[in-house]
């Protein structure tokens, strides 16, 4: 019976090695064929891409930019490339606030009333809102604003259209640039008697915030009008003659996908490096491999080290046990692309397509500089331009908020419109450097003011250098009439002049030992982290 099961052991052992070995020759070619569809699928994609691009003469179709965005949201989510541009973008744009006041103490309760609305905050004049509507600008390159205006009481709240629902923008036939209506195809979930949802399609048209025809049109196409939801369109991204904007991020989608791909590769061969850390050899033939492999408790155990599909693959670190006729070493690709250094190239195209330095990306090396107080100015520039666009924005939706309570009869025809919106300073810079310049505006080097700046603003401007946040609660608590009469030089009589002039003095040295308590606070803050 011995004889027999060695005979049959020694009989079926090449067939069970023949066996494993077809079976993984099988496994591996099922591998590459899956491969190779995964290739022809992406080749399919981007030959149906190259025509949707090539639809128009001078932008995209809605098909092809539909395709762009859901590629840039994907990649936001998932690529740390990509998503480290968008969120560092919308950190230095919108980290410290923006200061959004009216000259009219009425326009400016309407101001702060809007900016205060719990359903416009979760929109958009929240921190939070204002950050993810940078990064939707960023990603989608378009956000069309909503306002729903109620015109008996002149309230205007804010809500944001997703950009693949707008179908069509609907021009002037005179003026490509000025649009009339946004056609929008969206689909409504709502629930029936039963707990189940059904899913109802539908179409609306909604007029541009600007466009204000003689005669409002009820419908077009059977489809109604929303005219008391006009639309705001910002888009970025784009060219000046194209009607939707192109995602900011599109430009780096390829090259950071390159970059992950290349990282990928470069960590399989590390990973195939690391498989064996022992190099086992041994005489006696097939025997002594096997008593060796036993003893070790390895699982690359044969003298072709050729592993079985009944044994699990070998993990990092195994040994491979082997007789002297085998010879086991790695393939030497070092210095050609197993360095990951070697995809920098790739990493500075993402960094060129986003505009930003390769030191916010990590790599600080390249750059000694990249503190708070400073900063390359071409991205000084572009966080500026961003800060622009939306204070630009905020400025125009307020207006139309203000507008409206004009119509409304909440507020005088002739009220003092002026709203302003100032950002921080990009960078952080010495406040009492900018204070020093601020009061030799103010000043003309002198030891009074000297009228060039208003008082008010005067004092807004340095609590704004100081980082102080309630500057309109500051301002309220001071009294400015003693001080702008002195500037005015309204009354000449000498006594009440100088008891102005006494007062206005006083009303200075308070606000300079307002500063220099804040600016001692500020030191033993930094003195402190």
């Not at 500026?384 to 005088?412: E, N, S």
Request: charged fraction near 25%; proline fraction near 5%; aromatic fraction near 8%.
């Amino acid at each position: 019976m011995k004889l027999l099961e060695a005979a049959a052991a020694k009989i079926l052992r090449p067939t069970l090695n023949a066996i494993g070995g077809a079976w993984n020759a099988l496994r591996s070619q099922n591998y590459h064929l899956e491969e190779r569809l995964a290739e022809l699928e992406l080749a399919l994609e981007d030959s149906s891409w190259n025509r949707l691009v090539t639809e128009g003469n001078r932008e995209l179709s809605r098909d092809g930019l539909r395709v762009i965005m859901s590629r840039a949201r994907l990649f936001f989510l998932k690529n740390p490339l990509i998503n480290r541009a968008v969120t560092l973008q919308a950190c230095y744009v919108w980290g410290q606030g923006i200061n959004i006041n009216a000259k009219d103490t009425a326009v400016h309760e309407i101001v702060q009333e809007w900016m205060n609305d719990p359903k416009n905050k979760a929109e958009l004049t929240s921190h939070q809102a204002r950050s993810l509507k940078e990064q939707d600008l960023q990603v989608t390159g378009n956000l069309f604003f909503v306002l729903f205006t109620d015109r008996t009481t002149g309230n205007v709240r804010v809500r944001t259209i997703p950009p693949d629902e707008v179908l069509e923008i609907i021009t002037n036939p005179d003026d490509m640039r000025e649009p009339w209506y946004y056609k929008r195809v969206w689909t409504e979930q709502r629930m029936k008697p039963d707990g189940t949802y059904a899913d109802v399609s539908r179409i609306a048209y909604y007029p541009d915030w600007e466009y204000k025809p003689k005669m409002r049109v009820p419908q077009i196409g059977n489809k109604p009008v929303q005219w008391d939801s006009p639309v705001c369109h910002k888009k970025v991204g784009g060219l000046s003659d194209m009607r939707f904007g192109v995602p900011e991020v599109y430009a780096a989608l390829d090259w950071a996908k390159s970059y992950t791909e290349f990282l990928g590769d470069w960590t399989k061969i590390v990973r195939a490096y690391a498989l064996f850390a022992w190099d086992f050899k041994t005489k006696g033939g097939q025997k002594a491999v096997d008593a060796a492999t036993k003893k070790l408790a390895t699982t690359a155990a044969t003298s072709n080290v050729q592993v079985l599909d009944t044994n699990p693959p070998p993990v990092a670190g195994s040994t491979a046990v082997h007789s002297e006729g085998v010879e086991m070493k790695p393939f030497r690709t070092a210095g050609a692309t197993t360095s990951a250094d070697d995809g920098r190239r790739l990493v500075l195209m993402v960094c060129a397509a986003v505009g930003l330095p390769e030191s916010f990306f990590g790599d600080v090396s390249v750059g000694t500089l990249a503190t708070a107080k400073s900063l390359d100015r071409p991205t000084e520039l572009k966080f500026r331009d961003r800060q622009t666009f939306w204070a630009d924005t905020f400025l125009a939706l307020l207006q139309y908020a203000v507008d409206q309570k004009i119509i409304a009869g909440q507020l005088p025809q002739d009220v003092d419109r002026t709203i302003t919106a100032i950002f921080p300073p990009v960078l952080e810079h010495d406040p009492r450097e900018t204070i020093k310049g601020i009061v030799m505006a103010a000043t003309l080097n002198g030891y009074a003011p000297a009228g060039t700046i208003d008082p008010k603003e005067l004092v807004k401007m340095i609590y704004t250098a100081l980082g102080r946040e309630d500057v309109d609660e500051l301002l309220k608590s001071m009294n400015f009439a003693d001080l702008e009469d002195l500037q005015s030089g309204a009354n000449t009589d000498t006594k009440t002049s100088l008891k102005r002039h006494i007062n206005a003095e006083a009303l200075m040295v308070e606000v300079v030992e307002e500063l220099r308590e804040e600016l001692q606070r500020l030191s033993e803050s930094r003195k402190a982290a």
